[in-house]
Structure formats: C-alpha cells, structure tokens
C-alpha cells in the first residue's frame, strides 16, 4: 500500500509521516486491495480557527468506490486520529455491503424536483482552467476578489441512485455527482433532512451512455 503524505501551507516533518504510517495499518485489514492512501495536511493561519487550525483529509484509493474521511482539530495528531475514525468506519461500511451480496436494499426517500426549483443563483463568470487527470485539482482566484475557487476532476461510471446515495456516505460529503444509469443524465444526489436524500438531474443525456430502458 502506497501512503502519499502532503502539506498544503504547513510543512510536514519525517516524526508525523511515520505516525501516519502507523496509524494507517488498519486500512490494509478493513480493505486487502488498497493501492494507495492520499494523506492531506492543510493548516489555518487565522488565529480566530485555532480550535481548527490543523486539518487530515485522508483517500482510500482502491478497486470499487473512493473512500474519504477528514477531521479538524488544534493539533494534527488530534486530527489524524479522529479522521481515522470516520475513515475505518467507512471502511467497514463497504465491506460488509460486499460481504452480503444477498441483503434487501430499501432506497431512501428520494425527492426528484425540476432543476429549476432546488438550483442555487447562478455564480458570476468565473476563469476556467482545464483538468486532464483523475484526482487533480487545481486553485484560481476569482478576478480581484479574494474567493479562491477549487476544481478537482473525478472520473465517473454511471450507476444507480442507490449507489450514488452509498458512495456520498463513504466520502463523507452532503452531495455527490454521478450518471444516472437508468436515464444517462447528469445527476446530483443530497442529503436532506433525517434519513431523506434529494436528487436533481440536468435535462441533458451524458454522450456514449444508453439509459438501462434501451439495453433490454
């Protein structure tokens, strides 16, 4: 299992990737077929976030979904252990969805609204930069603002909405991007209240995917 450590505006010494090296042997118990764990430092400069100065974002990269976890704390080892936590809990979520092939899956309530009810303001104009590689991301000031837009590019299957519902819990997030699978559009699954979850779907077909209804 390949562990890639980096920093983003903090150093990071030999003493802490060792802890992590450490820490992170229980994810080659929970998931056999690991190929590698991206481990990302990141520390706050605003003395107003000390509580939250330090900041483990952790990816699991394997065959099958990406998994992620990430904490915040005053200390990184604070951080990197509770990311952890999330992170074998996770681990064990998938795992035990493999194991039993044979459980009943009951979907969620699931609210299907036209996209123009549930979308936010269009943003202003903004620079586009062009991504190539699974995983990069990249950073650009808005103008003379001083917003800093991320954009990060994931390579996407297309799937269920159960699935998609799945992968959201196992990264961590409270949205997540995907194909339908049975209508080859567009798609973002959400959490809403409880044990709800949203979809919104672009009226638009992805090029090279058929919906499941033209495959039987």
Not at 86 to 103: G, P, Q, T, V, W
Not at 131 to 138: I, N, T
Not at 169 to 179: K, R, S, T
Not at 183 to 191: E, F, G, L, N
Request: with cysteine; proline share 6%; net charge negative.
């Amino acid at each position: 299992m390949e562990i890639v450590v980096v920093g983003r505006h903090t150093d990071v010494p030999e003493r802490f990737r060792r802890h992590v090296e450490d820490k992170l042997t229980k994810v080659t118990q929970l998931s056999p077929l690991v190929q590698r764990v991206d481990v990302e430092v990141t520390h706050e400069n605003n003395p107003k976030l000390s509580d939250v100065r330090e900041r483990v974002e952790l990816t699991v990269r394997a065959k099958g979904p990406v998994i992620r976890a990430e904490a915040a704390a005053d200390d990184r080892y604070g951080a990197l252990d509770l990311a952890i936590d999330k992170l074998i809990e996770r681990l064990r979520r998938s795992r035990d969805r493999r194991k039993d092939h044979r459980r009943t899956y009951v979907t969620a309530p699931v609210d299907v609204r036209p996209y123009d009810e549930v979308r936010s303001p269009e943003p202003e104009p903004e620079e586009s930069v062009p991504l190539v590689v699974d995983g990069e991301a990249v950073e650009h000031q808005l103008g003379d603002s001083p917003v800093v837009i991320r954009q990060k590019l994931h390579s996407a299957d297309a799937m269920t909405v159960d699935d998609a519902v799945y992968e959201m819990e196992l990264v961590g997030h409270d949205f997540f991007l995907f194909i339908d699978k049975e209508t080859a559009r567009p798609s973002a699954v959400y959490k809403r209240k409880g044990w709800t979850y949203g979809v919104v779907q672009l009226d638009q077909q992805c090029e090279g995917v058929l919906p499941v209804s033209n495959l039987v």
